[in-house]
């Protein structure tokens, strides 16, 4: 008579839909962000429950499909990580395609053992989770013939063709955060107070958590700013008895003059800056209004720590559909959410594109209205 666990299996083995992936690698590449757990607990989770399917952890994302630097992922490596920051994975900035050179001790290009390895490990899909330069990559992998499917995650939130990334709400809560504390600090000592956020080439993060801190000035990537603008901004404050003054300013502001600049000559101008673009703005502020500035630079605190309950769920959403994508085939795609639903966009169509903030969008209307200045 069989036993008791052999009939729950059988069940349980019933129960599962049909997939056309046995097997899949997943990896985590670029910068690390909230969410990237949670991501990973949902492919993996949906995929096994709902299919069947094994799970090939890659370690230090590209740089472990290059080398083979595999293992398998099973229900013990997800214990956990819903609330888990950072990623069990590893990350690292590799990117197989730039300036591809021979393994020394094979011969074989990035590209070769990419493939080699897919082979070697069995992989019948690849699933990457990253921002743009991961998906960029995501996208020439699958014109090499791999079945490769991506998910938006960056701090950014400026992958193409999706509302919302994961890992953004979490960041925009800490940074909204700070500055809610340093506003006490500016009020208490009569100052300017420079707030530096990421966002390199958009700045949703900086006008999200400009308008939510109440920032006085926000300086964004979309829009160069004029110093002397941000110096009449503050006088006005000044002359309506307001004695401090907060300034967010996204770590890719530029001002008009460099705006001006070819791309080659902006990247020497910034590489010999001697400080970040915050710490330029307070000196030049302060010169301009004879002011006292101080400057905070939050860094790498927006990306670590625990996810925030809507990251945890928008990874949640992303990763289940993930595997939904991978049991039917739907490869070449990014998984994207539009208009509040989960959508497939061909990973070519966001290939090297940045979503920036249009000049006309809501926020900037609202925040224009309520007296935000944006240096212009």
Partial sequence: ????????????????????????????????????????????????????????????????????????????????????????????????????????????????????NYKKWNLDALVCLGGNGTNTTASLLAQEGLNVIGLPKTIDNDIVKTDMTFGFCTALDVATDAIDRIHTTAHSHSRIMVIEVMGHKAGWLGLYSGIAGGGDVILIPEIPYDIHSVAEKIKERRDAGKNFSIIVVAEGALSKDEARM??????????????????????????????????????????????????????????????????????????????????????????????????????IRAARELGTGFGD
């Fill in 1 to 116: 008579m069989p036993s008791i666990d052999f009939c729950r299996q059988l069940c349980y083995t019933v129960k599962m839909a049909s997939s056309k992936v046995k097997t899949f690698g997943i990896l985590t590449s670029g910068g690390d962000a909230p969410g990237l757990n949670a991501a990973i607990r949902a492919v993996c989770r949906t995929a096994k429950i709902q299919y069947g399917m094994n799970a090939i952890g890659i370690r230090n994302g590209y740089r472990g499909l290059v080398q083979g630097d595999m293992f398998e992922l099973g229900p013990d490596n997800l214990v956990g990580l819903l609330t888990a920051g950072g990623t069990i994975l590893g990350t690292a900035r590799d990117k197989p395609f730039k300036n591809p050179r021979p393994d020394p001790d094979t011969g074989l290009l990035p590209v070769e053992a990419i493939k080699e």
């Fill in 262 to 363: 070819e791309k080659k000559e902006f990247k020497k101008s910034r590489a010999a800056m001697p400080y970040s673009i915050a710490y330029r703005v307070a000196h030049e502020l302060e010169e301009a209004t004879q002011l006292e500035s101080r400057v905070t630079v939050l860094g790498y605190l927006q990306r670590g720590g625990t996810p925030s309950p809507y990251d945890r769920v928008l990874a949640t959403q992303f990763g289940t559909a993930a595997a939904h994508f991978l049991a039917e085939g739907r490869f070449g795609n990014l998984v994207a959410m539009q208009d509040s639903t989960i959508v497939g966009v061909p990973l070519e169509e966001i290939a090297g594109k940045i979503k920036n903030i249009p000049l006309d969008h809501p926020m």
